[in-house]
């Protein structure tokens, strides 16, 4: 119904932004990470998700495409509603996002409020596959040759770095990894079962 809200910011208020279009304010439900890009009297820009169902007349809004297509793809998950949904993009953006679900890292996941090890485990589960293909993908598809070595652990590094892994956890686990050989995931998915155990 709604494809994007375009106009001034009214109300900042946690979790929820009024955006003012021609003297109508519409209250979208939102995450952290949307909420910190905006600001009140300025002008904004939302892309809408509209919930109907029974009683329930919900839009929710987000600042760009990207987090807007994570929030219906975490939807699509047996148990992940839109309250949880919003919660895991407000702890995480939406590369971090796939980079946990394509690592398999729970402990990412969980720390969004209101996240167990059986939703995240169910997230892995149905969205992993999906994800594996395009979550590291070059953002350029200019036939440049493949990462070398030492690009994919740079890039190992940054996914780890966004998880929320400090330098020196990401720097003992890339330690002695085969680069040259694994895949960025691979690097990945490695380096978080080293620094879980």
Same mark, same amino acid.
């Given at each position: 119904?709604?494809?994007?809200?375009?106009?001034?910011?009214?109300?900042?208020?946690?979790?929820?932004?009024?955006?003012?279009?021609?003297?109508?304010?519409?209250?979208?439900? #939102?995450?952290?990470?949307?909420?910190?890009? @905006?600001?009140?009297?300025?002008?904004?820009? /939302?892309?809408?998700? /509209?919930?109907?169902?029974?009683?329930?007349?919900?839009?929710?809004?987000?600042?760009?495409?990207?987090?807007?297509?994570?929030?219906?793809?975490?939807?699509?998950?047996?148990?992940?509603?839109?309250?949880?949904?919003?919660?895991? /993009? !407000?702890?995480? #953006?939406?590369?971090?996002?796939?980079? =946990?679900?394509? =690592?398999?890292?729970?402990?990412?996941?969980?720390?969004?409020?209101?996240?167990?090890? +059986?939703?995240? +485990?169910?997230?892995?589960?149905?969205?992993?596959?999906?994800?594996?293909?395009?979550?590291?993908?070059?953002?350029?598809? !200019?036939? !440049?040759?493949?990462?070398? =070595?030492?690009?994919?652990?740079? *890039?190992?590094?940054?996914?780890?770095?966004?998880?929320?892994? !400090?330098?020196? *956890?990401?720097?003992?686990?890339?330690?002695?990894?085969?680069?040259?050989? @694994?895949?960025?995931? *691979?690097?990945?998915?490695?380096?978080? +079962?080293?620094?879980?155990?």
């Amino acid at each position: 119904m709604f494809y994007y809200l375009d106009g001034v910011v009214a109300e900042l208020l946690p979790g929820l932004a009024v955006i003012d279009c021609g003297g109508v304010g519409y209250a979208c439900r #939102t995450t952290g990470n949307t909420l910190s890009a @905006l600001r009140r009297g300025q002008r904004g820009k /939302l892309y809408t998700f /509209l919930q109907v169902g029974d009683g329930i007349f919900d839009l929710y809004g987000f600042a760009t495409q990207r987090e807007l297509d994570a929030f219906r793809m975490l939807l699509g998950v047996s148990g992940v509603g839109p309250k949880a949904a919003i919660a895991i /993009l !407000s702890a995480m #953006t939406p590369d971090a996002l796939k980079m =946990a679900l394509v =690592a398999e890292d729970e402990r990412a996941l969980t720390a969004a409020p209101g996240i167990g090890k +059986k939703i995240a +485990k169910r997230m892995i589960l149905e969205l992993k596959d999906r994800l594996a293909g395009e979550a590291f993908a070059a953002p350029d598809a !200019s036939g !440049s040759a493949p990462p070398s =070595a030492m690009g994919r652990a740079a *890039e190992a590094a940054q996914a780890l770095a966004a998880l929320g892994y !400090s330098p020196q *956890e990401i720097q003992t686990a890339l330690k002695g990894a085969d680069a040259a050989s @694994l895949s960025v995931e *691979e690097l990945i998915r490695q380096s978080l +079962k080293k620094m879980m155990k």
